[in-house]
């Protein structure tokens, strides 16, 4: 398992990173199944070239969500690409209806702004041209 953990750190597609707490203040709250399955997942993410939409589906615009099921229990977090090698996750749900909570998804957008804008901020104080995202 080690030699397989190795190989997979070695070809990593992707970074994952955190957007402030809002991610790891929902993936402490988890169970430690659901913990380990979300890990599981993101090692996907940043493994695979091309991710099947089991694991990430993209909702719009720049907007994805990280799809985690364990059992009946559904949980989904909300993510995006800056640039693109980097996955940056926001917050996280477990989705008890069919569709997208609408409070979700609004809040998500805001931090995705947020993100950009801070970003932004932080170029231009270092005064760097901003790239594309």
Do not use: W
């Not at 397989?4 to 955190?18: P, S």
């Not at 695979?48 to 009946?72: A, C, T, V, W």
């Amino acid at each position: 398992m080690k030699l397989l953990r190795y190989l997979c750190a070695m070809n990593k597609q992707r970074t994952v990173l955190t957007y402030r707490n809002y991610f790891t203040d929902f993936y402490a709250a988890q169970s430690e199944k659901v913990q380990d399955k979300i890990a599981k997942t993101i090692e996907i993410i940043e493994t695979i070239d091309r991710i099947p939409d089991r694991y990430l589906k993209h909702l719009q615009n720049e907007l994805f969500e990280m799809r985690i099921q364990l059992g009946s229990n559904i949980f989904r977090v909300f993510c995006f690409f800056d640039g693109g090698k980097l996955v940056v996750l926001l917050s996280g749900f477990q989705k008890k209806t069919q569709k997208t909570p609408k409070e979700e998804l609004e809040r998500t957008l805001r931090l995705m702004k947020e993100y950009f804008k801070e970003k932004e901020a932080e170029n231009e104080r270092k005064n760097i041209r901003p790239g594309k995202r």
